[in-house]
């Protein structure tokens, strides 16, 4: 066949033995990736050129011009991101060495902002900022530490999930615990949780507080994940400090290697009940005006929350229900779970949760069918806010409870399940409540049977009806 004979049809190796040969034309060829990713010296050489490199940033963070065709508009810009992300270590050196190919590059962290900021272009320019990130991980982070206005001009432009990416990275894509820990510090020095917080307020959109959250969320499960895969490295005698780097000391010489291995300042401030009181107040100012500011912010709740939340999926076998609970024990003794910031955090603003669930309106507040008749319907904010319930009462905090009853939150619950008796996804959270108060601490269900009634409405045979037929198999 053909190929067999390893016959070459590219016109690269022809062009670039030309004196006048430009970027441009080396870009029109079809096969230019390709002989980038086999290494050919010529081309890379050609490519590694100051004043090439600088045009193959700038094609993958300007905007093209809006009058070529759509088909040529974001042609060189892709080509020019993945010839620089190709992982090729000339490229890859000739880019940290140039600090003002590298100026050039965060410029469009600086110059852009919500507003004006091209979701296809940060994607590029994420790629670029992931490559250096995990192949020149130290040197870059040398030069990020510089920018003053890093934190500024990153939640500026954070509208767009490809900025936000960018954070991550600095904490998945860095091996050395050594050089992982200085990412950390460093972020919580900028106060990026601080700066997080803030654009939970009603002022920023909805796509600023979904990605703040998410970011929030995100930053939260993988600093508790690495801190808890290192605990058990090294429980196991697969590492330690001196073994990933030998000559990293810890920073606090009065912590041995296993309590290095499990600090976090970044986290430790993320669960802080100073942040997390700041986060609440900040969302229930903001619920007037943009309910999608506590929306988010009550995921960051539920994030908060995940290590002990406890399944009652029958399908979970024993040997799988003490695995998890072994886990869930694990990360609560090395710290990875602040019971008492976030459930006092809570349990402060409690009684403004209960009038949210109590006083709140959907937008719509009942719902037309076609024929005519009409149901009234529960809305996001109430079940959110019934789902975070849900995790509360798996702390098995007496205080938490106690406050529960004394605020009447669980009778305004279960009468829920008669009011809106044709909404499923509120009953499967009404049942997991009951299923928990039951499992965990029976005292709950028996003093709100003495003292509130509509517990005492919830049997099997008054559901058994065709107007309350819809649910009956939630309580059974």
């Known amino acids: 066949?053909?190929?067999?004979?390893?016959?070459?049809?590219?016109?690269?190796?022809?062009?670039?033995?030309?004196?006048?040969?430009?970027?441009?034309?080396?870009?029109?060829?079809?096969?230019?990736?390709?002989?980038?990713?086999?290494?050919?010296?010529?081309?890379?050489?050609?490519?590694?050129?100051?004043?090439?490199?600088?045009?193959?940033?700038?094609?993958?963070?300007?905007?093209?011009?809006?009058?070529?065709?759509?088909?040529?508009?974001?042609?060189?810009?892709?080509?020019?991101?993945?010839?620089?992300?190709?992982?090729?270590?000339?490229?890859?050196?000739?880019?940290?060495?140039?600090?003002?190919?590298?100026?050039?590059?965060?410029?469009?962290?600086?110059?852009?902002?919500?507003?004006?900021?091209?979701?296809?272009?940060?994607?590029?320019?994420?790629?670029?900022?992931?490559?250096?990130?995990?192949?020149?991980?130290?040197?870059?982070?040398?030069?990020?530490?510089?920018?003053?206005?890093?934190?500024?001009?990153?939640?500026?432009?954070?509208?767009?999930?490809?900025?936000?990416?960018?954070?991550?990275?600095?904490?998945?894509?860095?091996?050395?615990?050594?050089?992982?820990?200085?990412?950390?510090?460093?972020?919580?020095?900028?106060?990026?949780?601080?700066?997080?917080?803030?654009?939970?307020?009603?002022?920023?959109?909805?796509?600023?507080?979904?990605?703040?959250?998410?970011?929030?969320?995100?930053?939260?499960?993988?600093?508790?994940?690495?801190?808890?895969?290192?605990?058990?490295?090294?429980?196991?005698?697969f590492m330690s400090v001196c073994e990933v780097n030998s000559n990293a000391q810890p920073k606090d010489p009065g912590l041995n290697t296993i309590e290095y291995l499990h600090k976090n300042s970044l986290l430790e401030q993320l669960e802080s009940e100073e942040i997390l009181d700041k986060l609440l107040q900040t969302i229930f100012l903001s619920q007037d005006k943009n309910n999608s500011s506590l929306l988010q912010g009550i995921d960051v709740f539920m994030t908060l929350l995940e290590p002990v939340t406890w399944s009652n999926e029958i399908e979970m076998n024993q040997s799988q229900e003490e695995e998890k609970l072994k886990r869930d024990r694990d990360r609560m003794e090395i710290g990875l779970f602040s019971i008492n910031s976030i459930g006092n955090s809570c349990y402060k603003h409690l009684s403004q949760l209960s009038d949210l669930v109590q006083k709140s309106k959907s937008r719509l507040e009942n719902y037309k069918f076609s024929n005519g008749s009409e149901i009234p319907v529960v809305g996001q904010i109430r079940l959110s806010i019934l789902k975070l319930f849900n995790r509360l009462l798996n702390l098995f905090d007496e205080k938490i409870n106690q406050e529960f009853i004394r605020l009447g939150i669980l009778d305004y619950i279960f009468s829920m399940m008669f009011l809106y008796k044709w909404n499923n996804f509120l009953h499967v959270q009404i049942k997991d409540i009951l299923i928990n108060c039951f499992q965990f601490d029976f005292k709950r269900i028996q003093s709100l049977a003495d003292e509130n009634r509509p517990v005492e409405q919830i049997r099997v045979e008054d559901l058994e009806t065709n107007e309350l037929k819809s649910f009956v198999h939630h309580v059974q």
């Open 1 to 237: 066949m053909f190929w067999r004979f390893n016959y070459s049809t590219s016109q690269i190796p022809n062009l670039l033995e030309k004196e006048d040969i430009t970027l441009k034309e080396i870009l029109d060829e079809e096969d230019v990736l390709q002989e980038c990713k086999t290494n050919n010296e010529k081309l890379v050489n050609f490519l590694i050129r100051p004043e090439n490199l600088n045009q193959l940033i700038e094609n993958s963070i300007e905007l093209p011009s809006e009058e070529l065709s759509e088909k040529e508009r974001f042609k060189y810009s892709t080509i020019s991101c993945e010839l620089l992300i190709c992982d090729i270590p000339a490229v890859n050196d000739s880019l940290i060495e140039n600090e003002a190919i590298l100026e050039k590059l965060y410029s469009f962290l600086a110059n852009n902002n919500q507003e004006t900021v091209n979701p296809l272009m940060a994607s590029y320019f994420a790629k670029i900022m992931g490559c250096l990130i995990s192949r020149k991980t130290e040197q870059f982070l040398s030069f990020i530490q510089k920018k003053e206005k890093f934190l500024e001009h990153f939640l500026q432009n954070i509208n767009t999930s490809a900025i936000t990416d960018i954070l991550l990275r600095f904490l998945t894509n860095v091996d050395m615990i050594e050089t992982r820990h200085k990412v950390v510090q460093w972020l919580k020095d900028i106060k990026l949780v601080n700066g997080l917080v803030d654009l939970f307020s009603f002022e920023h959109s909805n796509e600023v507080h979904s990605n703040a959250s998410q970011l929030f969320s995100d930053l939260i499960r993988i600093s508790r994940d690495q801190i808890l895969n290192q605990r058990e490295l090294a429980n196991d005698g």
